[in-house]
């Protein structure tokens, strides 16, 4: 019984994504939901009693995402522009297949939307921390105005989010991702670097990660389960996604862990998620 109405949450949380990325918060409504979920009114009703807190599970559950994706500004890394390059490549990549990541960056930016949470401010805040860490280390440019380039690569991300509301579009890394960071890393590297960085995305990159997330799965206590990834929604994986977020569990209510970051300042300063417990689906 419970893993039936964890199935309904899911799907319907997904299930609204893909209605409110496509008619926005306020051109969506409840039947729409319904319908593209197959549940009835009482069982949405059940799980969020309104639409606006469904607007707000969808949210959470997309922060959650982004959070999986950039972790935390390091404090130091050998390669700080090459893990910026990276990133954007893993999160343009889900910004294509994932409506629930799409949902919640479109609802930032929604007029008919009001929440103290912003997946925008994040990325923004996370490819500024990248920028000043590449500075401090040398990597950047001589002259490079810091804002101007945190504007055009969060930019560049805005133009790929409203592309990909374009039906039939394939599921995948858009093609504008290289020609971006091909035009860009020149001026933004260090001449004695520019070599060094890879504008195609590293082949490491990928591994790389996974080490690293088995290696911080060692940090959590054991038993503990706190990201649920390749929660199968419709026939795709929805990865990186705090199963408190998609269950409601007590302590969390409606909004989900990303509340709990807010309070403890950690949304928009690059919290580190931790998605050890990965399905072979997720990136």
């Not at 990248?130 to 002259?143: E, I, K």
Request: glycine share 10%; with cysteine.
């Amino acid at each position: 019984m419970q893993d039936r109405a964890a199935r309904t949450r899911r799907h319907l949380i997904r299930s609204a994504a893909e209605v409110f990325d496509r008619g926005g918060f306020a051109g969506s409504s409840i039947g729409q939901i319904c319908d593209r979920a197959r549940a009835s009114h009482g069982a949405l009703h059940f799980h969020f009693g309104n639409k606006q807190a469904l607007g707000r599970a969808v949210e959470s559950t997309a922060a959650e995402i982004l959070l999986c994706i950039t972790g935390r500004v390091p404090d130091q890394h050998p390669q700080p522009l090459q893990l910026l390059v990276d990133t954007s490549y893993t999160l343009a990549e889900h910004v294509v297949c994932d409506p629930v990541l799409r949902a919640g960056f479109r609802l930032a930016h929604d007029a008919s939307w009001h929440s103290g949470v912003s997946l925008w401010q994040h990325w923004q805040d996370w490819v500024r921390g990248l920028l000043v860490l590449a500075r401090r280390q040398g990597s950047l440019a001589p002259g490079v105005d810091l804002e101007d380039a945190v504007f055009a690569i969060t930019a560049m991300m805005a133009g790929l989010e409203s592309l990909e509301r374009v039906p039939a579009r394939p599921c995948g890394v858009p093609r504008s991702v290289a020609p971006f960071w091909r035009l860009l890393l020149p001026q933004l590297t260090a001449e004695a670097v520019l070599g060094w960085i890879d504008a195609e995305r590293s082949a490491s990159s990928v591994s790389s990660a996974s080490a690293e997330h088995r290696r911080n799965a060692g940090d959590r206590t054991a038993g503990q389960r706190p990201y649920e990834c390749g929660a199968a929604l419709s026939g795709e994986p929805l990865c990186c996604c705090a199963v408190q977020a998609l269950q409601g569990d007590e302590g969390f209510g409606l909004v989900g862990p990303v509340q709990q970051l807010q309070e403890a300042g950690c949304l928009g300063q690059g919290h580190r998620a931790d998605p050890a417990d990965r399905d072979t689906r997720c990136p």
